[in-house]
């Protein structure tokens, strides 16, 4: 989780919304991480999770990532935790909860919806009170 | 919807689930067409809809498609769903409804999420039966 409050630190330094995330494989070495990237590539589905999702896939050439654990600093919403059922990442382990964006401990609620097909294992709160000042701090600035 | 039909046949061709996706701007042209490529990408983000917003955002150099309206031959997932609350895309056109796997008018209802932000206005079952007869065939082959 250090390494993805790293990146979401990184990202805040771009002018991105303070989110990072990583994935690691089976043996918990990291395959990939990435910061929030909407504003810099221009991309709506940019989000922290989606490029790491996204890279790890291509790195180990399989649309599917059984194994692979996904650490991210904010509550996935609804559009990552889809495509996180969908690369059937094994574990999710988030830090701030996202009451206004999340989409997995609320709003949709992706994983408890009888049509998800793979559900993770959830962690939420590791981290949450640096993830949680990052994101604070960010939109102090902006207000 | 067409056009989003010709994607989708050509995504079969390809081997993947046929779903082809078109955004058009505010004066009704072209902007981008998709088809599924998660096989092909290797990439369990890559739906249809996901190709065609990222591809239109990179067009426009914006992340919002304020004026852009989307077509697609299947009911958007809760992924795609999401991307397209996101990127603020004024209308969504879908062919056929997905019982399973649909994040708007099934299982998550995206858009009817107190929490979402943007809600497109919605047309469902234009040109169903064409593509509801594409996904049929490519399903019945692989059974």
Redesign the interface.
Known sequence: MELALSEAAAAAARGEVPVGAVITDALGRVLTRAGNQ??G??????HAE?LA??AA??LL?????MECDLYVTLEP???????IS??RIRRVYFAASDV????VE?????FQ????HHRPEVYGGIGESAAAGLLRDFFAARR
């Open positions: 909407v504003l590539d221009r991309d709506p589905t940019a989606m999702i996204r896939a291509r050439q399989s649309e599917r990532l919403c609804a559009m990552c935790a889809q495509a969908f690369a206004k964006g999340g989409g609320h709003g949709a609620r992706i919806q009888p049509t998800c």
